[in-house]
């Protein structure tokens, strides 16, 4: 197997088209798992952990050009694929605290300190923590060859398929291009214990007022991560019927209930050994309610902070 | 295809050859007969195999050898100075905090890691304000961080008081 470690992005780009056969590995936390159980032999191994403008995360102010995902004139967040779990705890908490969530519950402690969420978009599994959270921000994955350049693909566009994602052969995940939270965001998972499980089901949400608009994000219960638009119409238009989004007044009874029930009609979960199909719709629709109760909660507690 | 390579481990310079596919792990115990890590399972569940990479704890079985580069690897032995044993040591032995004492260089690894984490203000999925800029390892926060290492023998109860008497002694404790 060779051993391939570029030191620049241009030559990661250069490696990537040259050896088809080349695995690209980060935080290894994937990988690793599949090399030390002969599941993959790969021809050789393409190491991004020298490459440094993977390691890094910027802001870009909203004027600047991301377009559809920015809130208005919002800032985002340029996430370069490499940066490790526990640097977006660390460092973004206040801006991109939904991902901070999930990031807090990924693996263990050192799955953490290794795991980018790079590596979590390029294996693209259904259960990834990462996925609810950029789906529910209106992320934006920015991904580049030496041939073509560069492409940007919104988080909901990029799961194809049960751990199949966007990517060309020849491309690689630069960085991931999350709006900065202008309002609460929330993620739940339920797992059978609290460490180093994964996920039986996950949901994301984050309340955007500056557009009026809900964000969802669903993971572990269909074949990719997915969004659930019906849901995030309704809860969105029934806030703004009864005037909520200025009033910041309670919401009305049963509103997250219904919600939840959506959220939960979006999804199209299986049977298997980590839950049947019923529990994994049942516990989004609980999460839901909750996350979105939770999520009012601080929107309200905001204007208290305000004034 | 071997890679020569040089691992500097608990102070040591080690030169050597590895085939590319070698772990950190593998490497140590195997090609340097450094047992401390141990292999519980070999795919980052079990925590046994940690070790502090320029200070950061990692599972060693998930880390291949030709990517450590220049990164001071740290054992349970190098926490040791000069065949003194490290305060986390002598708490493990004075609580008891272990039955067979496989899991035990991994947790003592993984604890030297939290309070270096604490004192930088990480916080966890248990850190009431996650804005704050010191943790204090309180026993909730102290069975989360240390959620990454298993224990077979179920020494969890002694272990948590280990690592608070260190913690507190270390002022990230009240
Ligand atoms: C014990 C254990 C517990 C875990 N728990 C969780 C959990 O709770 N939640 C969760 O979501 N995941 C979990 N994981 C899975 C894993 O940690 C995550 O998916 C992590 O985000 C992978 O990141 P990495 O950097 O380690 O990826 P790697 O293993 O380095 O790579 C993963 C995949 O992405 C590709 N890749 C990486 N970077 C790029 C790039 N820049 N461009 C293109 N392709 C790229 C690789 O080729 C590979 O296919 C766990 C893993 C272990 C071993
Ligand atoms: S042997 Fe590395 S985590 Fe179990
Ligand atoms: S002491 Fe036996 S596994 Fe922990």
Redesign the pocket.
């Known amino acids: 197997m060779d051993f391939l470690q570029p030191t620049s992005w241009a030559d990661a780009l250069a490696v990537r088209a040259e050896r088809s056969d080349a695995v690209p590995i980060a935080g290894g936390t994937d990988v690793m798992v599949d090399l030390n159980f002969d599941r993959r032999r790969p021809g050789a191994l393409l190491d991004l952990g020298r490459v440094p403008e993977l390691r890094e995360w910027t802001v870009e102010d909203g004027t600047g050009g991301v377009g559809a995902t920015g809130g208005v004139g919002g800032s985002t967040v340029r996430l370069g694929a490499g940066v490790p779990y526990s640097r977006i705890i660390d460092d973004l908490g206040a801006r991109l605290p939904g991902l901070a969530m999930a990031a807090r519950t990924v693996g263990s402690p050192q799955i953490r300190i290794r795991g980018t969420v790079g590596g979590n978009l390029g294996s693209a599994s259904p259960a990834g923590d990462a996925h609810p959270p950029l789906l529910a921000a209106g992320a934006v994955v920015e991904v580049e060859s030496a041939a073509r350049g560069v492409r940007r693909i919104p988080a909901a566009e990029f799961f194809t398929g049960v751990k199949r994602n966007a990517l060309e052969p020849d491309e690689l995940i630069a960085a991931v291009l999350v709006p900065e939270a202008v309002g609460p965001q929330q993620f739940c998972k339920v797992g059978t214990r609290n460490a180093m499980v994964i996920a039986v089901s996950a949901f994301a949400c984050a309340l955007h007022p500056d557009r009026r608009a809900v964000g969802t994000g669903i993971g572990s219960a269909a074949p990719t991560p997915r969004r659930a638009p019906e849901a995030e119409e309704f809860l969105a238009g029934e806030l703004e019927s009864a005037g909520l989004w200025e009033s910041r007044g309670d919401l009305p009874d049963g509103l997250a209930r219904a919600f939840g029930e959506r959220v939960a009609a979006a999804a199209s979960p299986i049977d298997d050994v980590r839950g049947s199909a019923a529990y994994r719709r049942h516990s989004l629709a609980v999460m839901a309610r909750r996350s979105v109760t939770w999520a009012w909660a601080e929107y309200q507690q905001d204007l208290r902070k305000a004034a | 295809m071997d890679s020569q390579i040089t691992l500097r481990v608990d102070g040591a310079a080690h030169p050597l050859a590895v085939d590319t596919r070698t772990t950190l792990l593998d490497a140590l115990r195997e090609r340097l007969r450094i047992t401390s890590p141990k292999k519980g399972c070999d795919h980052g569940q079990c925590g046994a195999c940690t070790v502090l990479l320029d200070g950061r704890r990692v599972n060693s079985c998930l880390v291949l050898a030709v990517t450590v580069g220049d990164a001071e690897v740290t054992t349970s032995d190098g926490l040791a100075v000069d065949d003194v044993p490290h305060a986390l040591h002598r708490s493990f032995v004075e609580h008891d905090a272990?039955?067979?004492?496989?899991?035990?260089p991994g947790?003592v690894c993984s604890a030297a890691g939290i309070l270096a984490e604490a004192r930088a203000g990480w916080p966890s999925a248990v850190t009431p304000d996650v804005a704050a800029d010191t943790v204090e390892l309180t026993d909730d926060e102290i069975r989360e961080r240390m959620s990454g290492n298993l224990?077979?023998?179920a020494?969890y109860a002694n272990i948590v008081p280990a690592v608070a008497d260190v913690a507190r002694a270390e002022g990230v404790r009240r």
């Open positions: 272990f039955q067979c004492g496989y899991c035990t947790q224990c077979r023998c020494a």
